[in-house]
């Protein structure tokens, strides 16, 4: 089945302890992303990777880190969260293609930061 | 940076009604994107349309895209509540691999 799989899917730590959420696809797709929700303002992109090892900011990169040594990886790094990071967020990824191709999504991560 | 308002914010009503939500762009349209994003799961693409005046139907749902390609429209005919969740519209203006969404609107409908 094709998914996009995130971990974990709740997640409350405190304020400086550094975390990693996980992304993976299993759809060869190059595009992946990282998204933020938050209420009002829907869904801001934090960071987006064209390819293994090509990364780029997104609108909201502040306090985050991303890698992508694997295609079918792209994980998300809080160095020291603090609770403005508390957030919904969701892995995204979609082909490289002509024209606009759908995301598909992960179930999302709901991150408290106390 | 791209800015896509929707409207209404929010939106209940009752089975069997119909409505219109909406999507404006600062700036004209790559190609728009609507989602629907159901409680505690990602946003899941509904349609895309790319031409200006395009029309597209799904089912008891129909998307409009503006002629200038700076609005959109979805309808709903005879809403169910299996249609309640986020609608949400997203543009690629700067770039495939950079989505804008809007603000999103929220349904319920309530049985």
Same mark, same amino acid.
């Given at each position: 089945e094709a998914q996009v799989t995130q971990n974990p899917r709740y997640l409350i730590t405190v304020t400086g302890k550094k975390l990693t959420v996980t992304c993976s696809q299993n759809?060869?797709?190059e595009y992946m992303s990282w998204y933020r929700q938050d209420p009002g303002l829907g869904l801001r992109q934090i960071y987006y990777s064209m390819n293994v090892e090509v990364t780029d900011k997104g609108d909201v990169p502040e306090g985050y880190k991303v890698s992508r040594k694997e295609k079918r990886n792209f994980p998300l790094i809080l160095e020291s969260p603090s609770p403005n990071q508390t957030s919904l967020y969701f892995c995204a990824s979609r082909l490289k293609?002509?024209?606009?191709t759908e995301a598909f999504f992960g179930q999302g991560t709901r991150l408290t930061v106390v | 940076t791209q800015l896509l308002e929707q409207s209404p914010q929010f939106l209940s009503i009752q089975e069997g009604e119909n409505l219109t939500v909406y999507c404006n762009s600062s700036s004209v349209f790559s190609s728009l994107q609507w989602y629907r994003q159901e409680p505690g799961e990602g946003p899941v693409l509904l349609v895309t349309v790319v031409t200006g005046g395009e029309v597209k139907k799904l089912k008891r749902l129909t998307f409009q895209f503006g002629d200038a390609r700076k609005d959109s429209s979805l309808h709903i005919t005879a &809403?169910?509540?299996?249609?309640?969740g986020l609608y949400l519209c997203a543009d690629? &203006?700067?770039?495939?691999q950079k989505v804008t969404f809007g603000t999103g609107t929220k349904l319920q409908v309530i049985p």
């Open positions: 759809m060869n797709h293609r002509a024209g606009n | &809403a169910q509540p299996g249609d309640t690629s &203006a700067g770039g495939y």
